[in-house]
Every structure is written in structure tokens, then in C-alpha cells.
């Protein structure tokens, strides 16, 4: 594309500096309010509400080190649930009752938890230490137990540090015991970035990024610099800009030059990723689904990574959308769709006769992740293979309705929270509303609602890159009539508004899916009142 690369340009000595205050959430006051408590009586008695089935669905995940094969000859050390990446899928019925335990089984003093992304459960079960419980020390385990009633695609991951980029995440499958759809085979597809244990550990990513462009430690530094200004229009080369950071003298080990995606508006990615795995294999070794000419399947897409969005597509095949993070959409046929860090897709296809490629193209990184379909004999494609449907026809969020038994009803708005996304790659200081999140003071800048509002956050992306943003323990819905999400994307200097109702008490966290800059303070905390 003919727009020049940011990172590049600031590293070539071209940008110049940024100022202004940033705005600070609307609706707010300047001293926090009482607010509910994560084990506090308000959210027991949200549990008493949930439709329960008194089943119970028991399993044991330890987290642990491992060396997993991600075939082709490529083994790499890294830490898992129970030895394997992705970790085995939990799969129980809406209403029932999951009691995990996990066992932390991780070396030295580390600490972990588990986040139970996308579903709506009791607040002291959600996994963010310390906002809602104690980190699980090594050596030590911790039984999670809670009501799965809402029917969806999900997974689980840590909420500790860049944990999430390493081997530790699983499907997470709530049956609907209604299921509407008809189908005859289901394939769950978990995507992700992999460093660990083959260039480095995301600890040693984030540690170079930390240092911002050009090597800077940026301290405690929150304010205003070059990260504020588009640097796509400053009149130089992306070639002119990369030779001249390569004679910049800063590290870039892991940091990722160049990368850029119309679809993302511009900047793709902070990091350079050795593989894309699909279901944890290698391009050159991929895995297998085998079916038969006509059958209809149901794919349940997971992109578990840490700075990739994928454009994915079936080769040979077109995908019909019935679901996003969990919640049915109004049908619609695609070639292709985007997929950002935390969000999930349900798509059913009808298999051809033959062998398909499922690609997972790394959006504006120039590498991809490969599974296949194999419905009779023939000859593998390539492990670079680019069916014509990754530029077919590419649908996003903001083309999908939500199906019409979960549109959200209408309702005036309670409170709004505007919700600035700030900083940039000069100095690695994301964070919202200017202020990076400090997980000793969860409380500080929280925005507060009160339990049965209708919330309204609008995303304000201030930055020149784009952010998938998360909400723990609730839906919300794209404008009036858009899909019900747990996680969005919001494209550089864009505003994206989202509506929930505030049906769940608690402390849930607010942050960006990208592992990287969620660590470095792109987070908030979304507080109940008293």
C-alpha cells in the first residue's frame, strides 16, 4: 500500500511531537464510590439467578512446563494445560456447572490464573488477579466453580502478565440444548502467534517493547509524544524509513517492521512471529479434518493469539456467519472473514469432494497458518497456499446484525463512559484515557455503573493502530442493531459505540486482546456501585 509505515517513519527521526491532555472518562467523578465486591453478597445472589441443570462437569487443569511438537521437526519448550497445546476442550451443556481446579505446576515463584473468556459468570470466578481473586501461587491450586448458561463458543487462557502468549489456552464449548442449527459434524480450529521456546518467551517480547522506538526506556512516561500523530502522510518511503531504522543501533528482535493491513486501517502488528499455528501445527505439518462430499459442517474459529488478526478462508468453499463470540448473528455468506485476538466465529460449510485448504492469513504480515480438508485422495497444497477466497468477498463485525432473539431491547441510556484509547509504539505507553492501568489499584479510574443500567461506552481510538477490545462478564452490542460481542475490533482513529445492559455486579476488566499492549496499561476496570 502507498501509506507509509509509522513505526518505520519514527524511526527514521521523522515525526514530530505530539501535546494535549487526554480527556478523561465522562460520567465519572474524581473520588471512586463504594463498589461491589467480587465475593460480596451482591454477586452470589446474581448467581441464584442463573438457570442451573444441577449438572456438574469436573476436570483438572495443571499448568506446567512442557515440550510440545509443532510438527515439522519443530519442538518447542513452553508452559501448557495437562501437556498439550491447545489444551484438551471442555465441553459441557448450557446450565451446567463447571468445577475446574487448576494446579500450578509453573517453575520458581511464578503465579497464574485462568480467565474464562467471553462467558458471563460470577465475578469472584473470572480469573484477574487481584481484582477479583488471589493469584494461584506455584504449587498451589484453586477450584473454579460457576454456572455456564449461555450457549457459545469460548476459551480460557491466564490472566497474569503475556502468559496468553504461551501454550496455555483451551476451547471452551457451551452446548445449547436447543440447538437451532442443523449440521452434521462440528471442527473447532484454535489459532495463534507462537514464539515461545523457539526465538525467545513473551517475557523477553515485552521487555523489548517496553523499551519503545529507537531503544527508549520510557519509564513511567504516559503522556503526550510522537505517538499521538498519524505518521502515515510525513512525505517519506517505507523502504527510505526501515534502512534507516536498520542504522538506528535498536534491537529488533522481536519487534515487526512494516507490517500493514487496509482491513486493520494501517498498522497490523507489534510482533515477529516465527509460526501460525492452526490447532497447534506448523504450516509445513498441518492437521487434518476428515469428512465427506456434502456433509455439513459447523467450524468454531478461536483466534487464541497475542498480536494477529488472521483473514481466514476454506478454500474451494464460501462460510455462512451464524455466530460471533458466542451469539447467533442473521445468517450471511462470505469468502473470507476477519478474525481479532479473542473473538470467535461459528461458520457452516457444506465440504466439497477433494482437498481444501483452511488458511489462516496473519493479516498484513506476509505468513499464515494451514490446516486441511480432506474428503478424498489428492495431493496436499502448499504450506504458502493463498486461495482466491482470501480476496473474495471479507466481512467483518461491523457487517453482521444481530439475530433478532438477542438484539438487545431498546432502552434510554443510562451512563455513558467514553473510553479513549491512547499512547503508541514511541514510547510502548498504551493505555485508556491516559492513564495505564495499575493492577495494585484496580479501583483507580475504574468506570462505574450501577446494576440495571444501559451502558453505553463509546471506543475512541486515539492511537494509529488498532485494538480488539474486551469486556469481562457481560455482551455488549454494536450500535443499535450490530451483533452481541465480548471483544471488537476498533480501527485506528475511529469511534466505535457499544451498548450492554449492567445485568452482572462486579469488578470486570475492560482492555485490549492484544497480550502486549493490554500488559503495558491498556486496560480499565468496568466497577459496580454499591
Not at 47 to 68: D, N, S
Not at 290 to 308: F, M, Y
Not at 342 to 369: I, M, Q
Not at 373 to 385: N, W
Request: charge should be negative; hydrophobic fraction near 40%; glycine fraction near 12%.
Amino acid at each position: 500500500m502507498n501509506s507509509i509505515n509509522r513505526r518505520a517513519v519514527l524511526l527514521a527521526g521523522l515525526a514530530t511531537a505530539g501535546a494535549g491532555a487526554l480527556a478523561a472518562c465522562t460520567n465519572s467523578t474524581s473520588t471512586t464510590p463504594a463498589l461491589v465486591s467480587p465475593s460480596g453478597s451482591a454477586v452470589a445472589a446474581a448467581e441464584k439467578k442463573r438457570a442451573g441443570t444441577g449438572r456438574q462437569h469436573k476436570t483438572t487443569l495443571t499448568a506446567a512446563p512442557a515440550v510440545i511438537d509443532l510438527g515439522g521437526g519443530i519442538r518447542a519448550k513452553t508452559w501448557t494445560f495437562n501437556g498439550r497445546t491447545p489444551g484438551k476442550e471442555v465441553r459441557l451443556s448450557a446450565g451446567d456447572t463447571l468445577a475446574a481446579e487448576l494446579a500450578n505446576q509453573l517453575p520458581g515463584r511464578t503465579t497464574t490464573s485462568i480467565h474464562w473468556h467471553g462467558i458471563t459468570l460470577r465475578n469472584d470466578m473470572d480469573g484477574v488477579p487481584p481484582a477479583t481473586q488471589t493469584a494461584v501461587r506455584a504449587g498451589s491450586t484453586f477450584p473454579y466453580r460457576f454456572i455456564a448458561d449461555t450457549p457459545g463458543t469460548y476459551f480460557f487462557h491466564p490472566h497474569v502478565g503475556v502468559q496468553l502468549d504461551r501454550g496455555l489456552y483451551a476451547p471452551l464449548i457451551v452446548e445449547d440444548p436447543r440447538e437451532p442449527l442443523a449440521y452434521d459434524d462440528e471442527w473447532v480450529i484454535v489459532l495463534d502467534d507462537w514464539v515461545d521456546g523457539v526465538t525467545g518467551t513473551p517475557d523477553e517480547v515485552f521487555a523489548e517493547l517496553r523499551q519503545g522506538m529507537g531503544g527508549m526506556d520510557t519509564g513511567g512516561d504516559s503522556g503526550s509524544g510522537m505517538e499521538g500523530h498519524d505518521m502515515h502522510d510525513m512525505g517519506n518511503t517505507s523502504s527510505e524509513a526501515s534502512a534507516a531504522a536498520s542504522s538506528g543501533g535498536m534491537s529488533s528482535r522481536f519487534m515487526l517492521m512494516g507490517a500493514e493491513s487496509d482491513l486493520l486501517g494501517g498498522d497490523a502488528g507489534d510482533v515477529k512471529y516465527p509460526h501460525h499455528l492452526v490447532n497447534g501445527r506448523v504450516p509445513a505439518a498441518p492437521g487434518v479434518y476428515t469428512g465427506k462430499p456434502g456433509q455439513k459442517v459447523r467450524l468454531r474459529i478461536i483466534n487464541a493469539g497475542s498480536d494477529t488478526a488472521y483473514r481466514v478462508a476454506l478454500g474451494g468453499h464460501r462460510m455462512t456467519i451464524t455466530h460471533t463470540d458466542g451469539f447467533p448473528v442473521q445468517h450471511q455468506q462470505t469468502d473470507a472473514l476477519l478474525i481479532g485476538m479473542g473473538e470467535r466465529y461459528d461458520v457452516l460449510v457444506t465440504l466439497g469432494d477433494g482437498v481444501f485448504p483452511l488458511v489462516a492469513l496473519a493479516e498484513g504480515k506476509n505468513a499464515n497458518g494451514l490446516a486441511l480438508v480432506r474428503t478424498a485422495v489428492g495431493r496436499a497444497p502448499t504450506a504458502t497456499v493463498r486461495p482466491k477466497e482470501l480476496n473474495g468477498t471479507i466481512l467483518t463485525a461491523s457487517q453482521l446484525r444481530a439475530a433478532d432473539d438477542v438484539r438487545l431491547k431498546s432502552a434510554t441510556t443510562d451512563v455513558t463512559h467514553q473510553v479513549k484509547l491512547t499512547g503508541g509504539m514511541m514510547h510502548y505507553n498504551w493505555a485508556i484515557n491516559g492513564q495505564p492501568f495499575d493492577m495494585a489499584d484496580p479501583d483507580a479510574n475504574a468506570l462505574v455503573v450501577e446494576e440495571g443500567q444501559r451502558v453505553r461506552l463509546d471506543f475512541v481510538n486515539d492511537t494509529t493502530m488498532w485494538h480488539p477490545m474486551h469486556l469481562h462478564g457481560h455482551t455488549y452490542q454494536l450500535g443499535g442493531s450490530g451483533p452481541r460481542k465480548d471483544t471488537a475490533i476498533v480501527l485506528p482513529k475511529k469511534t466505535l459505540s457499544v451498548f450492554f445492559d449492567a445485568d452482572n455486579p462486579g469488578q470486570w476488566m475492560l482492555h485490549c486482546h492484544n497480550a502486549y499492549h493490554g500488559e503495558a496499561g491498556m486496560m480499565t476496570n468496568v466497577a459496580y456501585q454499591a
